[in-house]
């Protein structure tokens, strides 16, 4: 059976994440999503929180599995038994910083192959911090992330 990780900070989970979820399952048969404990970023909702809408978004899906991590990405996906690592791949922006990343893991992991998957072009200009900058200016997110988020989104602006 094949597993791969898909690590972010999904601060918060947005539909592109769900889509790219999604798409990686067609090719691996169970995936774990793993936030990110540690992010150089100061998120908004706190790691549990995090989880919390991972998991509502993929209730019921038993090929997807939420976790947390701190540390190093490789270790972590070591420990796991995972020799895949997901990602997903917007614009020209991200390429950067997602080559320096899968570069790395490849130096220090050769066992561990990043595989990017391209952003469904209706949610390619999509991101979490998007929709925290919509939020917090009173726009109506309901469109780019599931329910549960937008509510929780609407409750953190009061
Ligand atoms: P990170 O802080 O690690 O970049 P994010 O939660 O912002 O974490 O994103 C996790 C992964 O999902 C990254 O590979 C990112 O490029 C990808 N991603 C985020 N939004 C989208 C989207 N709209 N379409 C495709 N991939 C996306």
Redesign the pocket.
Known sequence: MSKAI??????P?????I??VNRALKVVDRLLVAV?GN?D?KPLFSLKDRVRLLKESFKGNDKVIVESFDGLLVDYATKKNVDVI?????AVS?FD??FQMALTNLEMCPQIETIF????PK???????LVKQLARLGGDVGRFVPPHVSKKLIKGRK
């Open positions: 898909y690590p972010g900070s999904f601060d989970v947005t539909n592109g994440h889509d790219i990110i992010p970023k997901i990602r997903g791949l917007r991200d910083y997602e998957i391209m952003t469904d949610y390619s200009y999509l991101s979490s911090s």
